[in-house]
């Protein structure tokens, strides 16, 4: 199994240089993936959040979240083989066929890195503030991987579908990979069927082993159903937020993915033994990004990162 790690890119304290100390330190320790996400916006309204219940308002981390493929674009050239994920693109915020060409300039800069993990979104504020309808999201996120993975194909690209159409034309660079991975986020039984049927694999969001075990188990009768090898599927999970990580081990209450580097360890080794292909681990938190970052902090981190990965290695988590 690979490990990843969120990078710090959100809260009004992080900076260009900790992201691009954290990326460079990640890679040598050992880490396989480096995730960022988007955030179009911080409502000052309360809003239902995608976990469902009654509205809140979202955290004042939100606030400021540097833009992904940016950010990603800038770590890849100062870094030499750690994967770069979206984790996630709110898909139907964008339009396919520039989805597919700043991806596909991402792989060229990056000689092929990119993972693409996408979701349809939950946020009703942000599919207004884009003039997009926020009805069948679902629908509209299926018909856009197909249309943007149509624009990675042979020249004419050509697609013709209910949401979108691009007309025969030529739609370049093209990405270095032979597939570029297309990820869905979900943890529904609808949406996850839907990554089994349509997309390389999932990203989850967790609070136990026995629930990743439970939508692993969905996710492959679906792709089984659909004709398709579950054994191909990429299933990375992602640490709950916000998950601590800490010098010394915690007690009752210790949230999934969370503890001292030997309790994540050992929590590695259950999503492992259920069907996880990979974890990314939660980035930056607990160094006060919205409090105020200082760089002993993130020394400390990087420093407790380090032992995640020795323990895990001691473990076995690891693929050779």
Known sequence: MDIGLALPTAGPQTSPETIVKVAREAERLGYSSLWTFERLLRPLEKVVLWTGGEPAMLPEFYGSVYEPLETLSHVAAVTERIKLGTAILVAPLHVP????????????????????????????IEFETANVPSARKGARTEEFIAAMRAAWGPDPVRHEGEFYRIAPSQVNPKPVQARVPVLLAANAPAAVKRAGRIADGLIPITSSAGELRGIVSTLH?????????????????????????TREPIGEGRPFLGGSPRQVAEDLMAARESGATEVYLAGGQGLGLDEGLQAADVDRWLGLLGEVIEAADRLGVRAP
């Open 97 to 124: 066929v520039m989805l597919a060409r700043r991806l596909a300039t991402l792989d060229r800069f990056s000689g092929g890195r990119v993972v693409a993990g996408l979701g349809q979104g939950w946020q009703h």
């Open 221 to 245: 009768d679906a792709a089984q159903e659909a004709g398709r090898d579950p054994g191909d599927l990429m299933v990375v999970n992602q640490a709950p937020w916000p998950t601590p990580l």
